[in-house]
C-alpha cells in the first residue's frame, strides 16, 4: 500500500466529491479516481458508496476512516520514536554550564571524574542561567551545572529537580588596585555619587544571587550601576579596567587576586558562600546518564583543578 492513498482517501471523505478531492490533492479526477480504486483493491472492500452524490463511506469506510488518521499519526511519529530510542541508548551526555563554571570549575571537575568513572562524549552547551534553567526543563540536556544560594531558589527549585552539591565557590566584591595596592573603589558608602557598580543582567544566576543578598544594603549604599552584563567574564574585564565593583566568583578572580590585577572592594561580611550544584532531568536517563549522576554523587568531595577555592589569602581589605 501507498501511504500517499490514505490521504487521497480521507481527502474523499472529507469533501464526497471526486473533483474537488482531486484538486485538493493536486492531480486530474481520473488519475486521482484510480488511486482510489487501487486502495480498494488492496483492501478488497468497497470504501465509498459511489450511487449517491455526494459519495458516502460504506460500512467498512467508516471504521477504516479512523485507521487511516491512526496509521497518519503514528507514521508522523516515527522519526521522533527512532530519535528517542537511540537517544535511550546513546552514551553521550548532554550537559549545560553556565559560562563562568565552563571556563573554571567544569574541566577539572570532568577530568576529576575520569579518574573513578569513564565518561563518553559530552556535549556541553554553555549559556546563562536561564537560559541553561530552560533547557533542562525541556528535556534537551541531562543536566545543568551552576552555581546556587540558598536564599535565591530558582526555576529547578521551585520544579523539584533533583540535584548534588559538587563542589563551592565565593562570590568575592572586587575592583581595580589604587596607588599603593588600596581598593580603587570601596564598599564604605564614603563614594561621592555612590559606588560604581558592575551588575548583572536578569538573566545571570550570579546577579540573581547578588540582589538577594546585597539588594537592600547596595541600595542604601547608593551603588549605582555603570555596566551592566550577563557574563562574569565581561565584569571582570570591566572591574580590573577600574571601572567599578563586582561580585566575581572566586573560581573566575582568584589568578587576578593573587597577581595583584584585582583587591577585595569590601570586608569578609560583603563575600557571599556558593554551592556548587549539578542537576538532573527527573527521568531515569540513559545507563551513561545514571553511571555519570552516581560517580557525580559518589566523589562530592572531589578537589581537582579550579574545584579547590582559595579565598583565605585575599578575604583581608588592603
Known amino acids: 500500500m501507498n501511504l500517499s492513498w490514505l490521504h487521497d482517501f480521507l481527502a474523499l471523505a472529507e469533501t464526497g466529491n471526486f473533483s474537488r478531492a482531486a484538486d485538493a490533492r493536486h492531480m486530474t479526477q481520473p488519475a486521482f479516481s484510480r488511486r482510489i480504486r487501487a486502495l480498494e483493491d488492496w483492501l478488497g472492500v468497497a470504501l465509498f458508496d459511489r450511487s449517491s452524490q455526494p459519495a458516502r463511506l460504506t460500512a467498512t469506510g467508516e471504521w477504516f476512516l479512523?485507521?487511516?488518521?491512526?496509521?497518519?499519526?503514528?507514521?508522523?511519529?516515527?522519526?521522533?520514536?527512532?530519535?528517542?530510542?537511540?537517544?535511550?541508548?546513546?552514551?553521550?551526555?548532554?550537559?549545560?554550564?553556565?559560562?563562568?563554571?565552563?571556563?573554571?570549575?567544569?574541566?577539572?571537575?570532568?577530568?576529576?571524574?575520569?579518574?573513578?568513572?569513564?565518561?563518553?562524549?559530552?556535549?556541553?552547551?554553555?549559556?546563562?542561567?536561564?537560559?541553561?534553567?530552560?533547557?533542562?526543563?525541556?528535556?534537551?540536556?541531562?543536566?545543568?551545572?551552576?552555581?546556587?544560594?540558598?536564599?535565591?531558589?530558582?526555576?529547578?527549585?521551585?520544579?523539584?529537580?533533583?540535584?548534588?552539591?559538587?563542589?563551592?565557590?565565593?562570590?568575592?566584591?572586587?575592583?581595580?588596585?589604587?596607588?599603593?595596592?588600596?581598593?580603587?573603589?570601596?564598599?564604605?558608602?564614603?563614594?561621592?555619587?555612590?559606588?560604581?557598580?558592575?551588575?548583572?543582567?536578569?538573566?545571570?544566576?550570579?546577579?540573581?544571587?547578588?540582589?538577594?543578598?546585597?539588594?537592600?544594603?547596595?541600595?542604601?549604599?547608593?551603588?549605582?550601576?555603570?555596566?551592566?552584563?550577563h557574563l562574569a567574564t565581561v565584569l571582570k574585564t570591566m572591574a580590573v579596567d577600574g571601572r567599578g565593583v563586582a561580585w566575581l566568583p572566586a573560581t573566575l578572580v582568584q589568578d587576578d587576586l593573587d597577581a595583584g590585577r584585582l583587591v577585595l572592594a569590601g570586608a569578609p561580611a560583603w563575600q557571599v558562600p556558593l554551592e556548587l550544584r549539578l542537576y538532573r532531568d527527573a527521568a531515569a536517563g540513559t545507563p551513561a546518564a545514571q553511571g555519570f549522576w552516581r560517580a557525580a554523587g559518589a566523589n562530592r568531595g572531589l578537589k581537582s583543578g579550579a574545584a579547590s577555592v582559595r579565598i583565605r589569602s585575599c578575604c583581608s581589605l588592603p
Open 66 to 229: 479512523g485507521v487511516a488518521h491512526e496509521l497518519l499519526a503514528r507514521t508522523a511519529r516515527l522519526p521522533a520514536d527512532a530519535q528517542a530510542l537511540a537517544e535511550s541508548t546513546s552514551a553521550t551526555l548532554r550537559l549545560a554550564a553556565t559560562h563562568a563554571l565552563s571556563f573554571t570549575f567544569l574541566p577539572g571537575w570532568l577530568r576529576g571524574l575520569e579518574t573513578h568513572t569513564t565518561l563518553g562524549p559530552v556535549r556541553l552547551v554553555s549559556d546563562v542561567l536561564q537560559q541553561c534553567e530552560a533547557l533542562l526543563q525541556q528535556g534537551r540536556v541531562q543536566f545543568l551545572l551552576c552555581h546556587a544560594h540558598a536564599a535565591a531558589p530558582g526555576a529547578l527549585d521551585a520544579a523539584g529537580f533533583p540535584w548534588l552539591r559538587v563542589g563551592q565557590d565565593a562570590l568575592l566584591p572586587v575592583t581595580a588596585p589604587a596607588r599603593g595596592g588600596k581598593p580603587l573603589h570601596k564598599l564604605d558608602g564614603k563614594a561621592a555619587g555612590g559606588v560604581p557598580l558592575l551588575a548583572y543582567s536578569a538573566e545571570s544566576g550570579i546577579g540573581r544571587v547578588v540582589q538577594a543578598v546585597h539588594g537592600a544594603a547596595l541600595q542604601a549604599l547608593g551603588a549605582r550601576p555603570v555596566v551592566t552584563a
